[in-house]
């Protein structure tokens, strides 16, 4: 729900518009689908701002928190081949909770 927060604001700030012209540009079809990743992983980033944003109001606990964490942890993992999701996706939503901002 939260991720879907995400490309929300993506889609109002025009990120999605920008995101679908530069896929249809790509050069090749890996390029097209790094331009998709990282769409993915901002969306993730959003959606960790998401969660901070409501914590205060919806009375989250700790435990809340680690049980979204690993809601983001698990997302993109197939629990049927065991195989992991998209590498480096479940990195976003913690910078995104927790404010933390670019180097
Ligand atoms: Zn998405």
Do not use: Y
Not at 25 to 39: F, G
Not at 61 to 72: K, L, R
């Amino acid at each position: 729900m939260a991720h879907e927060f995400g490309h929300a604001v993506q889609g109002r700030s025009g990120i999605l518009a920008s995101k679908n012209w530069l896929r249809s540009e790509a050069p090749s079809n890996s390029a097209s689908l790094q331009i998709a990743r990282r769409n993915e992983t901002q969306a993730d980033c959003l959606a960790g701002i998401f969660v901070r944003s409501v914590s205060r109001s919806l009375g989250l606990q700790q435990a809340d928190v680690a049980a979204i964490e690993d809601g983001f942890a698990s997302g993109g993992d197939d629990v049927v081949t065991g195989k992991k999701g998209i590498e480096g996706t479940t990195a976003w939503p913690g910078p995104g909770a927790t404010g933390a901002r670019p180097d």
